[in-house]
């Protein structure tokens, strides 16, 4: 969200939260170091669905898929939406999950990277696939035959399945944030 435009949803307070979202979202907020968690105040305000939700994106977050690898696909997901809210809460715990400012930097200009001695050489060809297919099924909703097939080199059946739902309900959440106009937790 920019700075001159406001929330559409304004946040949620303890009426509109409910007593167990509200304090969820201030957990949430002290957790992560910012005055407010503004996706869980106002993703709170549909109190059984924000429930829904958080358990099912908290499973993905906590799933098969390697955390360094599920960071890798929500780092390209915020990047390609252009969602800063995502990319704000990812950038650091991409960071503890091994993904160091140099792969964060090579992710955020995938596929412009050179090959050999650039960039590309921080990826592994896991990582390379990766991206690969993020970029193909968030651009195209779906994925090319020969990108599946690399991708499946590295993934077996239940982390492949995996990654789609990954990859696509962080597009979704990306679309949620844009559209609701969700301010950012640490504005800088």
């Not at 700075?3 to 002290?30: E, F, T, Y």
């Amino acid at each position: 969200m920019t700075g001159n435009q406001v929330a559409r949803i304004p946040s949620g307070r303890l009426r509109q939260l409910g007593p167990v979202n509200w304090v969820v979202a201030k957990l949430a907020a002290r957790k992560v170091g910012a005055p407010e968690m503004h996706l869980f105040t106002t993703l709170g305000s549909r109190q059984g669905l924000f429930w829904t939700w958080a358990i099912y994106s908290g499973r993905l977050l906590r799933g098969r898929l390697p955390t360094i690898d599920t960071e890798l696909v929500i780092l390209r997901v915020g990047h390609l939406r252009s969602c800063e809210y995502e990319l704000q809460h990812h950038r650091g715990m991409a960071r503890k999950a091994g993904l160091d400012a140099q792969t964060q930097a090579t992710i955020f200009a995938w596929p412009e990277a050179p090959p050999g001695d650039g960039p590309r050489k921080v990826l592994s060809a896991r990582q390379q696939a990766l991206l690969n297919a993020t970029d193909e099924l968030i651009k195209d909703r779906t994925i090319s035959e020969q990108t599946w097939q690399q991708l499946a080199g590295h993934l077996n059946r239940a982390r492949l399945i995996e990654f789609c739902m990954l990859a696509t309900q962080y597009d979704g959440l990306a679309a949620t944030i844009t559209a609701l106009r969700i301010p950012l937790d640490n504005p800088r």
